[in-house]
């Protein structure tokens, strides 16, 4: 079993390797270096996690139809590729942005949107497989040696990456970021071999009979999975929503170069890791939800303390609050995924899996663009860069401290007797048909 959990890390490293690039080094560049609108910069950002929807359909359709026996492995490679493909096309792409507008914009669609497409077909399927590799009583260790890798494996390519843009040109960039590409390819492709054969469930036949929209209205049926879901989308919004400006932030508030700025996510990495560790050992002791709550009350202070730092112009206070959010998304991280496995129904995982990946996607996609849009507003207003970004933090508090409450709601046994009940109902219908 452990050979298989290194594999699906090995695999989750892959995916995450193509995303720090995009989301660490390239934002700060296009929003410092090349002065493009912080709001452009979370729309392309965020523009990818439109096609979230096709991860139901992906995941549905997967459950049901294997290719030569496999039910994720194909759509993970694919995946991995595409992600490879977005982030070396991705520097061209802002660049030709910064000089010319109407030929940059169908560049940075084309990669942008690459990344993105290839980022839901494989996340989806990995954790599926995850799910159906896992008994429920260890989904919480599977969960946390894959972000125990992945946030080992972030840590590295930030120092990596910080050290092969520096100093900083844009052949310095385009060469790291095809070094980070093929890399991630090779890690994905051991991490495929022969890591599904064997492992995938049996899947009742009723759902051969189902169609997607029912499916669909399988999840909205359930009063627990529907308050899940929009948990999930306003807490990731609030943790994940700061992706493109915490860098930025630290450049335009304390002077900081791209390499002292890649370092913030060697920083945020190495504290989720300590915090990951934590969050796998506690997963017996201690119930899933109150580690989930643990989680988002740090992350919240963490990012008090980082809205702080801006407004009285205290590097220390900045760099607190970013070990506290580091250590807030690492206890979330591991308590939330372990619950969004739990909340799966039988016989329908990829269904559900997708399900989650849409709200994980849209949250990206909402918090990144509200976050840029509202930098750039009151930055204009106010005549002041850093007061935007005050401003915004300040927001993703408020949106973590609505999440802790939606969190007391949710009930992982409620929604088993829901998703029960649901399932009878849907045979005798079929019965009937």
């Known amino acids: 079993m452990f050979l298989k959990r290194f594999q699906l890390g090995l695999i989750h490293v892959a995916v995450a390797m193509t995303l720090l690039p995009i989301n660490s080094t390239l934002n700060r560049v296009m929003i410092k270096e090349l002065a493009i609108s912080a709001t452009l910069v979370a729309i392309l950002a965020s523009l990818p996690y439109l096609f979230s929807p096709i991860q ?13 026996g496999l039910r994720r492995t194909p759509y993970i490679l694919l995946g991995l590729v595409l992600c490879v493909l977005g982030v070396v096309i991705s520097p061209q792409a802002a660049f030709l942005l910064a000089g010319n507008l109407g030929a ?62 520096d100093p900083y040109s844009p052949e310095a960039m385009v060469r790291a970021f095809w070094i980070i590409g093929i890399t991630a ?44 879901f929009w948990y999930l989308i306003i807490l990731l919004a609030a943790i994940l929503g700061q992706d493109i400006l915490l860098e930025p932030y630290g450049a335009e508030a304390f002077g900081l170069s791209v390499r002292e700025t890649t370092r913030i996510t060697s920083l945020w990495g190495t504290c989720m890791l300590a915090a990951l560790v934590i969050a796998g050992l506690l997963d017996r002791r201690v119930s899933r939800r109150k580690v989930a709550i643990w989680g988002g009350v740090t992350a919240l202070s963490g990012f008090i303390l980082i809205a702080a730092s801006g407004a009285f112009h205290s590097s220390a206070l900045f760099y607190s609050g970013v070990v506290l959010l580091g250590v807030g998304t690492g206890l979330s991280t591991v308590s939330n995924l372990s619950l969004m496995l739990d909340m799966i129904a039988p016989g329908k995982v990829g269904l ?13 996609l909402a918090g990144s663009v509200l976050g840029g849009a509202v930098r750039d507003v009151v930055s204009q207003l106010v005549q002041n860069l850093v007061t935007g970004y005050v401003v915004v933090f300040g927001i993703e508090a408020f949106m973590l401290l609505v999440s802790l409450v939606l969190l ?24 009937n048909e």
Do not use: C
């Open 56 to 68: 139901v359909a992906i995941g549905s359709f997967a459950d049901r139809h294997p290719v030569f």
């Open 104 to 165: 940059g914009i169908p560049l940075s669609l084309l990669s942008f949107g690459a990344w993105g497409m290839g980022f839901n077909f494989a996340t989806v399927s990995y954790l599926s497989l995850a799910s159906e590799i896992s008994t429920e009583k260890s989904r919480g260790r599977t969960i946390s040696v894959m972000f125990f890798m992945m946030i080992v494996s972030i840590i590295a390519t930030a120092i990596v990456l910080g050290r092969l843009v």
């Open 185 to 228: 390819l090779v890690l994905g492709a051991l991490g495929l071999v022969g890591l599904e054969r064997g492992a995938v469930e049996a899947y009742p036949a009723a759902d051969d009979r189902a169609s997607g929209a029912a499916i669909i209205r399988t999840v909205l049926q359930n009063r627990q999975a529907t308050q899940f």
């Open 352 to 364: 559900f899996m997708g399900a989650w990946g849409m709200a994980n996607a849209f949250s990206r």
């Open 408 to 431: 007391r709601r949710i009930d992982v046994s409620a929604f088993r007797k829901q998703a029960e009940t649901i399932a009878v109902v849907e045979r005798a219908a079929l019965v």
